[in-house]
């Protein structure tokens, strides 16, 4: 199918500015919000030991499970729907203050049976105390989706920056005084609550939660096939740790969390978020495949642009990155972030794929999808943990590139895209990182042994001034098209 980008433009222009001014608050201020949480967690780091990120990695395989059932998936099919009222505002409120206060209960009484498993003791107590985080996700949902439904993304954006502050605050001071991994319990804490508060005053107080659920049928059969596809992601996601943390000590599988965690900062901090006002925007043009089809090719290009010499970049300065923003204790991780670099890009143009799908009504294509790769991800963790953290990484950089290439053929037809356009959506930016990342290798293997810090300047400079140039010279209307979408001016033709 031919799609032209000029259909958003031509058709809908206050709807083109209000996604730019989304896309800028959600972005700059996530930016911003990661910039401060960055600064935090690489001192909380090297404060605290590889230990204490293990243990709190388990808990996280237990949290992020539980969540898969907090309800986001109904307040979401707040924003696809037409025509909304306060009675479908309260049913939504009513089904989250369920789910979540179920949930609350489940983990306190899984907590001893996750710590059997883990052979830690201490992650029952971890696990206690993190319950509290699931009471502050009806508030955070339910305005969140509410806000996003409005396109008003500048006051979430506020909201999600001063969780930002909250959490880095209390994680820093937390890690000065002294209290180990119990500093990553708090701060999740703080954070969580701060949004929670910050969300209902943004969206200018709560609606009286209703436990009448008649005629609330589409919107449960919308959110529990979010929650099929949320499963699957989990499976996908947390098997590593599930597997690892078994066979792994908490040290070795801090070490490799940590490494993940340094790799999946794009995918995981910054396109998600732009995957919220995607949903959004597609929502508003679900009647239009061909301006949807449009947006997505580019998504895909804009994020090329982003995601490539980031992930290349960090492959090409990974041992002097660790050693400096890390510390020394950590150059253990250093072929992990190697390898695990190279394997990223590929999922963060894997998870572009759910919004339009979702938007145009396709959730199925999404949840068949999320079952190939929670089958795939497993199996390759299972054959890689044989060889420990490394065969991790190598399962990582194995399997992940096949599950994008099966989403990009299953999805295609649905949203209606060619894989020549696919092609030269991908090509610019990878193009110009690629030799990016080549050009920084070779200044590296020529500089003279110096300390980390200053090799790591070298390097990032290098690398920025020759992706810069390289664009400037071979692809340039995409410069354009992102000084268009930075500084809102009328879309290049």
């Known amino acids: 199918m031919q799609v032209s980008e000029k259909i958003v433009e031509d058709e809908e222009p206050g709807m083109t500015q209000q996604v730019r001014g989304a896309v800028l608050w959600r972005s700059g201020s996530q930016l911003f919000a990661q910039v401060i949480m960055w600064a935090s967690t690489f001192l909380v780091i090297r404060i605290l030991d590889p230990r204490d990120y293990g243990l709190f990695a388990m808990t996280q ?3 992020v499970f539980l969540s898969l059932m907090n309800g986001y998936g109904f307040a979401n099919s707040l924003i696809r729907s037409p025509e909304i009222g306060k009675r479908e505002i309260a049913q939504a409120f009513g089904m989250l203050i369920l789910l979540n206060g179920g949930l609350s209960l489940a983990q306190i009484v899984l907590a001893p049976v996750a710590a059997a498993y883990f052979r830690q003791p201490m992650v029952a107590d971890l696990l206690r105390v993190q319950a509290v985080i699931y009471l502050a996700t009806p508030f955070i949902a339910l305005q969140s989706a509410l806000l996003s439904r409005r396109m008003d993304f500048r006051s979430q954006a506020k909201v ?20 180990g991994v119990w ?19 943004a ?19 919308y959110g529990s096939a979010m929650v099929l596809v949320q499963f699957c992601w989990f499976i996908q996601s947390q098997a590593d740790v599930f597997i690892a943390g078994r066979v792994l000590t908490p040290h070795a599988l801090g070490v490799y969390t940590t490494a993940l965690f340094l790799t999946q900062i794009l995918s995981n901090k910054f396109i998600p978020t732009l995957n919220d006002v ?3 925007a597609y929502s508003r043009i679900q009647d239009r495949p061909d301006a949807i089809a449009a947006s997505f090719l580019k998504s895909i ?3 090329s642009l982003i995601a490539m010499p980031f992930y290349l970049g960090l492959a090409a300065v ?22 695990l670099a190279l394997a990223m890009p590929f999922m963060a143009f894997q998870i572009l794929f759910a919004p339009a799908n979702n938007a ?4 199925a294509v999404t949840l068949r999808t999320a079952v190939i790769g929670a089958t795939l991800m497993p199996i390759a963790f299972l054959i890689g943990i044989r060889h420990g953290s490394i065969g991790m990484a190598l399962a990582w950089l194995i399997a992940f590139p096949l599950f994008a290439i099966i989403t990009a053929v299953m999805c295609r037809p649905v949203i209606g895209f060619s894989f020549g356009a696919l092609a030269n959506a991908l090509m610019p930016g990878t193009l110009a990182a690629a030799c990016m990342a080549v050009g920084v290798m070779l200044i590296d293997g020529v500089l003279p042994e110096m300390a980390a810090p200053a090799r790591l300047a070298i390097l990032v400079v290098s690398g920025v001034a020759l992706y810069a140039g390289l664009l400037m010279l071979f692809a340039r209307p995409l410069v354009r098209e992102v000084a268009d979408l930075a500084f809102r001016r009328p879309a290049t033709a």
């Not at 920056?161 to 000065?176: H, P, V, Y």
């Not at 200018?204 to 059969?221: E, I, K, N, Q, Y």
């Open 61 to 63: 395989v237990i949290l």
């Open 160 to 179: 999600f920056l001063a969780g930002a502050l909250a959490g880095a605050a209390t994680a820093l001071a937390c890690a000065l005084a002294g209290w």
């Open 183 to 201: 500093t990553l319990v708090v701060a999740s804490i703080a954070m969580f609550w701060t949004q929670a508060i910050g969300m209902t005053i």
């Open 203 to 221: 969206a200018r107080g709560l609606t009286w939660p209703s436990f009448r659920f008649a005629g609330a049928g589409a919107m449960f059969r």
């Open 278 to 280: 995607a949903f959004a």
């Open 301 to 303: 290009r804009l994020i």
């Open 318 to 339: 990974a041992e002097p990155m660790v050693v400096t923003v890390l510390g020394p204790k950590w150059v253990e991780a250093v072929p992990l972030v190697h390898l």
């Open 360 to 363: 145009l009504g396709r959730s």
